[in-house]
Nanobody, 114 residues
Framework: QVQLVESGGDLVQPGGSLRLSCAASGSVFSINVMGWYRQAPGKQREMVATISNDGITMYANSVKGRFTVYRDNVENTVYLQMNSLKPEDTAVYYC????????WGQGTQVTVSS
């Protein structure tokens, strides 16, 4: 079993920045890819950014150049640095761990509004 706990969500003005954190515990050795996903009201959950154990990253086109995903393997924590935030970035952001199984955190709310 893997436990994922997100933090860092907040209300921020357009153009602002936030950093989300996802702390993993348990059988973290079973995870190959960690990622951030988001779900806005009335929409399906979508991939935002992922990072593999080898450090290979992938981003949704909508966040390229604005968001950066990185990890601290000592602390078993994955981060999502979000810059130049837009109202359309408003969503619940979930941390996901993918291995033989898929694990999800409880989500953290990000609201971009003036």
């Amino acid at each position: 079993q893997v436990q994922l706990v997100e933090s860092g969500g907040d209300l921020v003005q357009p153009g602002g920045s936030l950093r989300l954190s996802c702390a993993a515990s348990g059988s973290v050795f079973s995870i190959n890819v960690m990622g951030w996903y988001r779900q806005a009201p009335g929409k399906q959950r979508e991939m935002v950014a992922t990072i593999s154990n080898d450090g290979i990253t992938m981003y949704a086109n909508s966040v390229k150049g604005r968001f950066t995903v990185y990890r601290d393997n000592v602390e078993n924590t994955v981060y999502l640095q979000m810059n130049s935030l837009k109202p359309e970035d408003t969503a619940v952001y979930y941390c996901g761990g993918i291995g033989r199984y898929v694990y999800w955190g409880q989500g953290t709310q990000v609201t971009v509004s003036s």
